[in-house]
């Protein structure tokens, strides 16, 4: 796949665990393809800002944080909600660094770390925060809540963009017995989306998304990964 959004730069300041929260069984997603993934919803939706963003497996926030800081010009809020209420706490930590509160909170924190250990990592934590703080234009407003994205959803909303890393085994799977998996995460997901919502999902290249309820935009492979864009039929 060619990108044409995601920037071939160092996404460093944005490593899990240096200024961004990271706990055990937090999966990292690579932030140029999150960008990428995106900005080419964002060329198919025909409202191109004040976007209303949604990770229905929004897991530690990591990738709803990224995209709340590289997108600060076109994302009004952001949605998240996951069948993990400890994954939602660190989501709530992490979206929290995305306002000059919670970003100078962070950066004590560091500075504290660095007092103690005066570990280089810390120094580099610290400008790494210092960076991302001065990236901080506008004040997105999130919202966190607990759901199973197999069952009904009530988002009150309805979603301009939904980004979602789905499970795939390994670190997280789905936590369900069904079958069919990714027709029943389409058949929630219709439910809550306009005509205009553009769904990014990323996941294993293996998996197969079918759902006659959805059209299919796009679909490229990327290593291990595929991500799919679809609308509403
Ligand atoms: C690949 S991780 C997502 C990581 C997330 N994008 C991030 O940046 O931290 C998949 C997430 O799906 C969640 N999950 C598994 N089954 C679920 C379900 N039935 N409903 C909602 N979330 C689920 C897991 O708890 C996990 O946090």
């Not at 800081?69 to 209420?85: A, E, P, V, W």
């Not at 079958?179 to 197969?208: A, F, P, Q, R, W």
């Amino acid at each position: 796949m060619e990108y044409r959004y995601g920037k071939n730069i160092n996404y460093e300041d944005f490593s899990s665990g240096r200024v961004l929260y990271h706990v055990k069984g937090m999966t990292n997603f690579p932030v140029r393809l999150a960008q990428e993934i995106y900005r080419r919803c964002l060329e198919h939706s025909p409202k191109k800002n004040d976007i209303a963003l949604y990770d229905c497996c929004c897991g530690g926030g990591y990738l709803l944080t990224v995209l709340g800081f590289l997108n600060q010009d076109t994302i009004r809020k952001i949605i998240g909600s996951d069948i993990d209420m400890e994954m939602l706490n660190v989501a709530e930590k992490n979206l929290s660094l995305l306002h000059e509160e919670g970003i100078n909170k962070r950066i004590a924190e560091i500075e504290q770390m660095i007092a103690s250990f005066q570990k280089q990592s810390h120094i580099e934590a610290r400008k790494s925060a210092i960076k991302l703080k001065s990236m901080i234009r506008s004040s997105i407003e999130f919202k966190l809540f607990h759901a199973d994205a197999l069952k009904e959803i009530n988002l009150g909303e309805k979603p301009d963009i939904i980004i979602t890393d789905l499970p795939y085994g390994n670190l997280v799977d789905w936590n369900s017995d069904e079958e069919n998996v990714i027709d029943k995460l389409l058949d929630s997901l219709h439910g809550i989306c306009s005509s205009d919502t553009i769904i990014g999902i990323c996941m294993d290249k293996k998996t197969k998304v079918r759902n006659e309820k959805f059209i299919r935009l796009e679909r490229q492979k990327i290593g291990k990964r595929k991500f799919e864009i679809l609308r509403k039929r």
